[in-house]
C-alpha cells in the first residue's frame, strides 16, 4: 500500500479541478480578516485564496512532503508548519480557522476529534470564527459491493495521460470507519499500485455533541457551498461557530 499523503503531485492532479469551496472561504475570511489558521492545509489549494486577500496566513498539515511543496509555493508569503491537528500549540491566536474539504474525517475516533476541536478552540480568538466542512455519510456510498471498483473522481490529466481514481470501500459499521483503497487507472488501464487510506463518518447529531464538549457554539449549518442551510437533502454539512 502506497501512502497518497506522501504523493503531493497526485494529490494536486486529482484536485485541479477543485474550486467549489473557495468562494465561501474567500467570503468568510475578507468578513473576519486575518490572521488565519487552516488545519490540514495539504499543498496550498486554498492558501493562495487567503493569500489574495492579503491576509496573515498560517497552515498546518501532517504531511511533510505537502507543506515542503506548499512551502514551496507561498512560503514567501504564508508560513507552512509540520503538526497533527490533535496535538499543536503554535503560541498564536487566529481570527479565522478552517478545516477545508473532509480532512476533519482523518480523526478516526470521538476522542481524537474532541482533541483536534480543543486545539481550535485553544487557537481562536474570543471573537474568532471557525469553519469545518464534511460530508454527510450516504449509505450508498458506504455500503457498495467491496469486490466491484467505482469511480471515485472525474478524468484529470497526471503524466500525460487522461486518468482518474477507481475505489473499493470496507464500511466498519462499529467504529463508523471507512477504509478506501485507491487505484489509479491511466488511458483506461488500472495501474498495480494500491494507495489507501480511512476516514471516520460523522453524522450531524454527533458533531453538535462534539462542538458542544470542545466548548464551540455553532452558528449556521451550511448544506452547501452555495451557502443553503443544511437539511434532509444536504450533501454537505458545513459549520460555522464561535468560542462560547
Given at each position: 500500500m502506497i501512502d497518497l499523503y506522501k504523493k503531493p503531485e497526485l494529490y494536486d492532479a486529482i484536485h485541479s479541478d477543485y474550486i467549489w469551496d473557495e468562494k465561501l472561504i474567500s467570503r468568510i475570511g475578507e468578513k473576519v480578516g486575518g490572521p488565519v489558521l487552516e488545519i490540514a492545509s495539504g499543498t496550498g489549494r486554498l492558501s493562495k485564496v487567503i493569500l489574495n486577500l492579503g491576509l496573515d496566513y498560517t497552515g498546518i498539515d501532517l504531511s511533510k512532503e505537502y507543506t515542503n511543496l506548499a512551502n514551496m509555493r507561498y512560503g514567501k508569503e504564508g508560513s507552512f508548519y509540520v503538526g497533527n491537528m490533535q496535538n499543536f500549540d503554535l503560541k498564536k491566536k487566529f481570527e479565522f480557522v478552517f478545516i477545508g474539504f473532509n480532512s476533519f474525517l482523518h480523526n478516526l475516533t470521538n476522542e481524537s476529534a474532541?482533541?483536534?476541536?480543543?486545539?481550535?478552540?485553544?487557537?481562536?480568538?474570543?471573537?474568532?470564527?471557525?469553519?469545518?466542512?464534511?460530508?454527510?455519510?450516504?449509505?450508498?456510498?458506504?455500503?457498495?459491493?467491496?469486490?466491484?471498483?467505482?469511480?471515485?473522481?472525474?478524468?484529470?490529466?497526471?503524466?500525460?495521460?487522461?486518468?482518474?481514481?477507481?475505489?473499493?470501500?470496507?464500511?466498519?459499521?462499529?467504529?463508523?470507519?471507512?477504509?478506501?483503497?485507491?487505484?489509479?487507472?491511466?488511458?483506461?488501464?488500472?495501474?498495480?499500485?494500491?494507495?489507501?487510506?480511512?476516514?471516520?463518518?460523522?453524522?450531524?447529531?454527533?458533531?453538535?455533541?462534539?462542538?458542544?464538549?470542545?466548548?464551540?457554539?455553532?452558528?449556521?449549518?451550511?448544506?452547501?457551498?452555495d451557502g443553503s442551510p443544511m437539511d434532509e437533502t444536504s450533501n454537505m454539512q458545513i459549520y460555522i461557530c464561535k468560542k462560547k
Open positions: 474532541i482533541n483536534c476541536l480543543n486545539c481550535v478552540s485553544q487557537h481562536l480568538s474570543n471573537n474568532g470564527t471557525f469553519l469545518l466542512s464534511i460530508y454527510i455519510p450516504d449509505p450508498s456510498f458506504l455500503f457498495r459491493d467491496s469486490d466491484e471498483l467505482h469511480a471515485a473522481t472525474d478524468f484529470f490529466k497526471f503524466k500525460g495521460s487522461k486518468c482518474r481514481i477507481m475505489e473499493i470501500n470496507l464500511f466498519n459499521q462499529e467504529t463508523e470507519v471507512n477504509s478506501l483503497t485507491w487505484y489509479l487507472e491511466m488511458d483506461g488501464v488500472i495501474q498495480p499500485e494500491k494507495y489507501s487510506f480511512s476516514q471516520k463518518m460523522y453524522y450531524p447529531h454527533v458533531m453538535d455533541l462534539l462542538f458542544e464538549e470542545a466548548g464551540l457554539q455553532i452558528k449556521e449549518k451550511l448544506g452547501e457551498y
